[in-house]
């Protein structure tokens, strides 16, 4: 048998391959949804999906250690004592890759006692006398003992594990001199670092190849020891014991009894829908597209694979690597044939249909309408008298599944095509699915849950390889999206999803088409005048320290403050020593020096002026701005702002005042109206807990804080001083955010001893307080989420995490998930309630913004009653919570007056 005819076994180790892939991919670019790190796995695949396709075993398996310890460590106890800790960023990854090669089915093997490496050599030693091709992969040098006439060695190369040289008999003879058998004596005499094997001093590389070349093993070599001259010899003979220890370490046995021989690790069919199930989990998306095409090779060359779990014999090849589900052909379709088509694939309006909005430059040019089994593309000209159907459609109430719905809800308007119906959103239910997660645009979405590809044209091609996707393939994909989403959301979660997110949808984009009217004199006054006290604080800062410096470089202010100032150090990273606002910030309090105020005071200069320039270009023709609301961009499901962002703009100092009083009425109105909450937290946090004393005091009408702090501190409410009042209002918001005695005592500026009494006093007052805030955490660790009041869950993998600062954050994190969830969620029902009731009562007042727990309307003449009714009692009425929701509201002719 020639050696073309001979079957290939090929065996892997599966920890140093990923090891290796581990450090050769970065860490920070390979995180799947839930925050595991996956780049080691990723390398893995890559590396064998390569070596499957060039090589083509026909038997193959990978072989891992089960943990450090074998019979090798209780021989010697300092076995590979030197290596450190698994990185935390690998814990998680093993099991995860056993799982992605169980559904490729590719037998994995372990074994009690023993090291991958003995399960190798077992292996190739049983493939080498049994006739086969043996290929063994690893980075571990001590599998060069295992080459023979029948077995190669792929040892990855210093850049990872993208390549790999190959070692045979002529190979490690041309490397080292020596037969591959010999390697083991070569190893024993020198060490080897990694494995903590001390070998014998002096002895280097050469010296042993010399040695092993001239007496031929090393137990010869010891033999002839005294014949071996100077300080080496001498070494030698005094440390012979150390060169019989490791060449008993570094033996790898050949007769480890296994669940498997060569014979039974014949190809098996790849699993496609299993692995698609894995991948999907992983976020493999290219890969996916690798796996299925290995599998096509294999039934293309005689081999059978996998795609539905049955067996498909490679003249089926061709039909199997369908998608899941056949993709329709696309219709163009207007008039008549349109509203007729309609009318029939969604039951006269009572199904859903998947809708996509094309658009060029910006403008609506089609769109693109599917049921399961047809798709439409509409192609859009405004003014068209024959776009009737079309446009009923879309104002009328039947359900429409869309992708990033706000988008295409603006777009439509601004085309003059109003929508209603939106009765699914894949953007917002993956999103509750995964609150943590970042958004996808649709072909990720339909990898990551599909595990399918679209194709799709390169940007940067002048004419592209291929065609744009149709949009309405696109909504044929967001329909089956919405399914497979649907079938996954928890019952709260879709209750959140159906009442609360996809409602609130029209009423954001009503809001960010509106805009609020802003004064740009205002804020071009302020600019000018932040632009010369931060040019003013710069040159005396300069004084202070004779000679200019980049007061944003990192590196030149560690060279000022710790080289030529020689101030204390601040918390150590990558370039040195910190210069963050939060350390700087400490160093002034406990070592002030004029430079450092000055620096600081430059900072916060800088920063306004670089809010200020945001919201300058913010400013529409219209001398609006409008921002653009994210209902995912946060994990609690608070509203984000964005282009410009609202939210950043400081409340309690005089810039941030004057700031907000270029936010303006505009011209057709009377005021504008403020209304937000007063401690919504603190409130939801004593109805979730159910302390009588917080209850007390929030039904009572009293100050939370001067109610709090009488009974921490002994004293009738009246006499709780302003200091007492701050100490228990930091100490109360903190412990919903996990707040530790040393952060608080940091925050206060108070000893630490202090800081843990002022706890340990409030929590012997208020223990349900404590007791809640313990039960939160203790029930994440057992569901793996926490829940709002209203249903909304938060998934926390990481309370399990072995990596303690990991765990440590999601602790804090769940601490205050359901606070700060049930907050959003109810600013959120507010919204939909005061939105409800204007459209009802046809009122012209109009809400024009939210920034954390308030919101700000435009009063039209004469409603500023009705629309205050309206404000406070859907406001304090939605939810019912065992303390009242206490609602403030303020006018005034611009933001700042209309404070409360």
């Not at 021989?75 to 093993?94: A, D, H, L, N, S």
């Not at 490791?246 to 014979?263: A, F, S």
């Amino acid at each position: 048998m020639t050696d073309n005819e001979k079957p290939t076994l090929m065996v892997i180790d599966g920890h140093s391959l990923a090891f290796r892939a581990f450090y050769a991919l970065p860490v920070d670019s390979f995180v799947n949804r839930e925050g595991q790190h996956t780049n080691a796995i990723h390398g893995f695949i890559a590396m064998l999906i390569n070596l499957l396709s060039n090589e083509k075993p026909t038997h193959l398996a990978v072989a891992f250690d089960i943990s450090r310890y074998s019979f090798r460590t209780r021989e010697y106890p300092e076995y590979k004592g030197t290596r450190g800790e698994t990185p935390p960023e690998f814990v998680g990854q093993i099991p995860l890759l056993e799982e992605a090669l169980k559904a490729m089915n590719i037998p994995t093997i372990s074994k009690e006692d023993y090291e991958a490496d003995d399960i190798l050599a077992t292996l190739a030693s049983q493939g080498s006398a049994d006739g086969y091709n043996v290929y063994v992969v690893s980075g571990d040098r001590d599998a060069i003992q295992m080459i023979d006439d029948n077995v190669t060695l792929l040892y990855p190369n210093a850049r990872g594990v993208s390549e790999l040289k190959r070692y045979d008999r002529d190979t490690v003879h041309e490397r080292y001199g020596i037969e591959p058998h010999q390697y083991p004596d070569i190893a024993a005499l020198v060490g080897e670092t990694s494995d903590n094997l001390i070998g014998i001093d002096k002895v280097g590389e050469k010296t042993a190849v010399k040695w092993i070349v001239q007496y031929g093993s090393l137990d010869e070599v010891l033999a002839h020891s005294h014949e071996i001259k100077g300080v080496v010899g001498e070494k030698l003979r005094e440390q012979s014991d150390r060169a019989i220890r490791n060449r008993k370490l570094n033996h790898l046995l050949t007769d480890v009894e296994l669940p498997y021989g060569p014979g039974d690790l014949a190809r098996k069919p790849i699993n496609i829908p299993a692995v698609r199930e894995v991948f999907d989990k992983l976020q493999f998306r290219t890969l996916l597209e690798r796996v299925i095409k290995i599998a096509a090779a294999d039934g293309a060359s005689g081999a059978e694979w996998a795609s539905t779990g049955d067996v498909i014999e490679a003249d089926d090849t061709e039909s199997s690597l369908q998608l899941d589900d056949e993709v329709p052909v696309v219709r163009t379709l207007v008039d008549e044939e349109l509203a007729k088509w309609l009318a029939t694939v969604s039951a006269d309006g009572t199904l859903p249909l998947g809708l996509r909005v094309e658009l060029s430059d910006g403008d609506v040019v089609g769109l693109g309408i599917a049921s399961a089994t047809e798709s439409a593309y509409v192609p859009w000209t405004s003014g068209r008298p024959d776009y009737t159907a079309l446009e009923t459609w879309l104002a009328g109430d039947s359900p429409k599944y869309l992708h990033h719905s706000k988008r295409e809800l603006k777009a439509l308007r601004q085309a003059g095509l109003p929508m209603n119906g939106i009765a699914f959103d894949t953007t917002l239910a993956a999103w509750l699915l995964k609150p943590g997660g970042k958004g996808e645009d649709l072909a990720a979405q339909v990898y990551s849950y599909l595990g399918e590809t679209l194709s799709q044209a390169d940007p940067n091609q002048l004419v592209p390889d291929v065609e744009p996707l149709s949009p309405a393939t696109e909504a044929w994909y967001v329909l089956r999206l919405a399914d497979y989403l649907a079938e996954r959301l928890d019952d709260g979660s879709r209750q959140v999803l159906d009442t609360i997110e996809l409602p609130l949808v029209p009423v954001l984009e009503a809001m960010e088409a509106t805009g609020i009217s802003v004064n740009a004199q205002v804020l071009s006054s302020i600019n000018t005048e932040l632009t010369e006290s931060a040019s003013e604080l710069a040159s005396r800062a300069y004084a202070e320290i004779g000679h200019e410096v980049n007061l944003g470089s990192p590196k030149q202010l560690q060279q000022v403050l710790f080289e030529e100032l020689g101030m204390p150090k601040t918390r150590a990273n990558k370039t040195g020593f910190s210069t963050d606002a939060a350390s700087l910030a400490d160093l002034q309090d406990s070592a002030p020096h004029p430079f450092l105020g000055l620096l600081l005071q430059h900072r916060d200069a800088s920063k306004l002026k670089q809010i200020i320039e945001t919201l300058e270009r913010g400013i529409a023709a219209d001398n609006r701005i409008h921002t653009t609301y994210d209902q995912t961009g946060t994990s609690t499901g608070r509203i984000s702002s964005n282009d410009p962002n609202l939210q950043n703009i400081p409340v309690k100092t005089e810039i941030g005042r004057r700031i907000r009083s270029s936010f303006e009425k505009g011209p057709q109105f009377s005021t504008l109206l403020t209304a937000d909450y007063s401690q919504i937290e603190m409130r939801i946090m004593a109805h979730l807990s159910g302390d009588e004393g917080l209850i007390e005091a929030f039904n009572g009408g009293e100050d939370l804080h001067r109610f709090v702090g009488a009974r921490i501190f002994h004293v009738e409410p009246a006499e709780v001083s302003p200091i007492m009042r701050t100490k228990v209002k930091a100490m109360s918001y903190g412990l919903a955010y996990g707040l530790s005695a040393f952060g608080l005592s940091k925050q206060l500026r108070i000893d630490t001893a202090e800081a843990k009494q002022l706890m340990t006093d409030y929590f012997a007052r208020f223990g349900a307080v404590r007791e809640y805030l313990r039960n939160v955490v203790e029930q994440a660790r057992v569901d793996g989420y926490t829940e709002t009041i209203f249903g909304r869950r938060r998934p926390f993998g990481d309370l399990a995490s072995k990596n303690r600062v990991l765990r440590e954050n999601a602790e804090r994190a769940a601490l205050n998930a359901p606070i700060q969830g049930s907050a959003a969620d109810i600013l959120k029902i507010a919204m939909l309630g005061v939105d409800d009731d204007l459209r009802r009562e046809k009122l012209e007042s109009r809400m024009l913004m939210q920034v954390h727990d308030e919101l700000v309307f435009e009063v039209a003449d004469g409603e500023l009653d009705r629309l205050t009714e309206i404000v406070r009692t859907r406001m304090g009425g939605a939810a019912d919570l065992r303390v009242p929701l206490s609602v403030q509201v303020g006018i005034g002719s611009n933001w700042d007056q209309a404070a409360h």
